[in-house]
T-cell receptor, first 115, second 112 residues
Framework: DVKVTQSSRYLVKRTGEKVFLECVQDMDHENMFWYRQDPGLGLRLIYFSYDVKMKEKGDIPEGYSVSREKKERFSLILESASTNQTSMYLC??????????????FGSGTRLTVV | DAKTTQPNSMESNEEEPVHLPCNHSTISGTDYIHWYRQLPSQGPEYVIHGLTSNVNNRMASLAIAEDRKSSTLILHRATLRDAAVYYCILSAYGGSQGNLIFGKGTKLSVKP
């Protein structure tokens, strides 16, 4: 089975810490995405990448950065964690094509708590 | 982006069919209709997609109205494992890969 693996299932960090969330996919997908999911707000796109070293801002990039040095790995970085970044973070990947939205594969998520 | 409207929640009995509706009255001619679902404590998973014709796969069927202003995801025999939040999403043919917009979806409960 194809997989998107997120390095941590649960994470607790202190305010002001630099936080790295790692995502690895084994499907050779070009496109990778980071979403956050909050009750009542659904999934919101933070950043996405369509190639190594390429990135584009999503709807809520403030307070986050990303890194994609290898095709299979996409990292989300919280430069200085704040309590309003407490959330479920979901990574996804897909093959680019003419039908955006087709066949996204998601990881199981990282539940981050900032205290 | 065209928007979708789904009921907040639905209930079903195990082994019975389930019809999950989605309204998308502002859909454009090149918008695809996708369904994803999110099981408890999991990331969303792809279910099915279509453009104009009805579609079937091993997970579900997608029935698209003739005017394309609505669609229905059909689970032929609900199981307890089908309890999840179901999202109906539109995407534009040839559009950006990054604008898959998940709404609040429909929370499906399945009773034994």
């Amino acid at each position: 089975d194809v997989k998107v693996t997120q390095s941590s299932r649960y994470l607790v960090k202190r305010t002001g810490e630099k936080v790295f969330l790692e995502c690895v996919q084994d499907m050779d997908h070009e496109n990778m995405f980071w979403y956050r999911q909050d009750p009542g707000l659904g999934l919101r796109l933070i950043y996405f990448s369509y190639d190594v070293k390429m990135k584009e801002k999503g709807d809520i990039p403030e307070g986050y950065s990303v890194s994609r040095e290898k095709k299979e790995r996409f990292s989300l970085i919280l430069e200085s964690a704040s309590t309003n970044q407490t959330s479920m973070y979901l990574c996804a990947s897909c093959v680019p094509g003419q039908v955006p939205g087709y066949g996204y594969t998601f990881g199981s998520g990282t539940r981050l708590t900032v205290v | 982006d065209a928007k979708t409207t789904q009921p907040n929640s639905m209930e079903s009995n195990e082994e019975e069919p389930v019809h999950l509706p989605c309204n998308h009255s502002t859909i454009s001619g090149t918008d695809y209709i996708h369904w994803y679902r999110q099981l408890p404590s999991q990331g969303p998973e792809y279910v099915i997609h279509g453009l104009t014709s009805n579609v079937n796969n091993r997970m579900a069927s997608l029935a698209i109205a003739e005017d394309r202003k609505s669609s229905t995801l059909i689970l032929h025999r609900a199981t307890l494992r089908d309890a999840a939040v179901y999202y109906c999403i539109l995407s534009a043919y040839g559009g950006s890969q990054g604008n898959l917009i998940f709404g609040k979806g429909t929370k499906l409960s399945v009773k034994p």
